[in-house]
Structures are given as C-alpha cells and as structure tokens.
C-alpha cells in the first residue's frame, strides 16, 4: 500500500497515514512526503504503532517504509 502525502504539512501526512493503517492495518505501508518535518512524525506515529520505519532519500522527496 502507499501513501502520497507530498505536497501537504503537517499533521495531514499523519493523518493520511493513521487512515491507511485504519483502513487495512497493512503489513508494509510505504510513505512519499516532501519535508523533514513530515518525516519526523510520521515516524514517531509508524512506531507508536508498531511498526518498524526505513527512512530513504527519493530525487529530493522522502519515502518512509513501514513494516510490521
């Protein structure tokens, strides 16, 4: 499953990814934003719940991929 949350700060990043999580609880759950901030808590939420977060540069963006 991915989210693309580039484009948009935060929380709605969190957001998108709390109703991607909500939606499926999906096992892998990969993230596109375009800001360290966005990085940072959609980090702390991945891991709040459960999930381990791989964090990769990506031509400027940022793709988060999170795994249970």
Known sequence: MMV???GYS?????I?????VRNGAPETLEVLVDNQCS?????RFGRS???E???SG????FKLTLTK
């Open 4 to 6: 693309d949350a580039r």
């Open 58 to 61: 990506l031509d400027g963006d």
């Open 39 to 43: 990085v940072e808590n959609v980090t």
């Open 16 to 20: 998108m990814v709390q109703k991607a």
């Open 49 to 51: 719940a459960g999930y």
């Open 10 to 14: 935060c929380p709605t990043p969190v």
């Open 53 to 55: 977060v791989r964090v």
